[in-house]
């Protein structure tokens, strides 16, 4: 699922296991993320690679040191990091929901209109519309979950870009010119 979700490829079995280059470390460093999802970084630097693939042989003594929870914790940091997928899917459901709700309700009201002395009083509005109010509830949150979300997205100081080489560039970019700022009288 982990690798489904995001918008770059990541790269299955892959441990961060390797020999890196001084650029892949210096961008990695540039990332300066505090929880970092190292298997995403790798990805998302989107420098060449080469793969050795080989046979990792089953553990024969002692006892790994991730548990459910560490696991857990590993795919929810890359699902968090890469994609905003699940913030999409809740705000779906919460749509989705809403206009159910809505749809069974004018349904419902329909057949009492239709049915007016044969109907008997039910429960069946209060749980249409204790629906209702949750789906909005849902799409509410979902909301809210979008903006968070793309606060998300502008707080990581991650590059805009990783160069691979320079072509044509003898000298290194000249700075500016610093402007004399006007003496305040």
Same mark, same amino acid.
Request: net charge neutral; aromatic share 16%.
């Given at each position: 699922? %982990?690798? &489904?979700?995001?918008?770059?490829?990541?790269?299955?079995?892959?441990?961060?296991? $390797?020999?890196?280059?001084?650029?892949?470390?210096?961008?990695?460093?540039?990332?300066?993320?505090?929880?970092?999802?190292? &298997?995403?970084?790798?990805?998302?630097?989107?420098?060449?690679?080469?793969?050795?693939?080989?046979?990792?042989? &089953?553990? +024969?003594?002692?006892?790994?040191?991730?548990?459910?929870?560490?696991?857990?914790? *590993?795919?929810?940091? $890359?699902?968090?990091? *890469?994609? +905003?997928?699940?913030?999409?899917?809740?705000?779906?459901?919460?749509?989705?929901?809403?206009?159910?709700?809505?749809?069974?309700?004018?349904?419902?009201?329909?057949?009492?209109?239709?049915?007016?002395?044969?109907?008997?009083?039910?429960?069946?509005?209060? %749980?249409? $519309? *204790?629906?209702? *109010?949750?789906?909005?509830?849902?799409?509410?949150?979902?909301?809210?979950?979008?903006?968070? $979300?793309?606060?998300?997205?502008?707080?990581? +100081?991650?590059?805009?870009?990783?160069?691979? #080489?320079?072509?044509?560039? #003898?000298?290194?970019?000249?700075?500016?010119?610093?402007?004399?700022?006007?003496?305040?009288?």
């Amino acid at each position: 699922m %982990v690798q &489904r979700l995001p918008s770059i490829e990541t790269f299955q079995n892959f441990t961060g296991f $390797g020999l890196y280059d001084c650029k892949v470390v210096e961008a990695v460093r540039s990332f300066d993320d505090p929880y970092p999802y190292f &298997r995403g970084m790798i990805a998302e630097i989107g420098l060449p690679y080469c793969e050795l693939p080989y046979d990792q042989p &089953r553990r +024969k003594l002692g006892v790994t040191k991730n548990n459910f929870y560490t696991l857990y914790d *590993l795919a929810m940091l $890359g699902v968090t990091n *890469l994609s +905003k997928v699940p913030l999409r899917l809740v705000t779906f459901l919460g749509f989705a929901s809403a206009l159910l709700s809505l749809f069974v309700g004018f349904v419902y009201l329909v057949y009492k209109f239709v049915f007016w002395s044969h109907f008997t009083v039910g429960i069946a509005p209060l %749980v249409i $519309g *204790l629906f209702f *109010l949750g789906s909005v509830q849902l799409l509410s949150m979902a909301i809210l979950g979008e903006y968070i $979300g793309a606060v998300h997205t502008q707080v990581p +100081k991650r590059p805009y870009v990783i160069e691979k #080489e320079r072509i044509n560039f #003898e000298y290194e970019p000249a700075q500016p010119a610093r402007e004399a700022s006007p003496e305040i009288v």
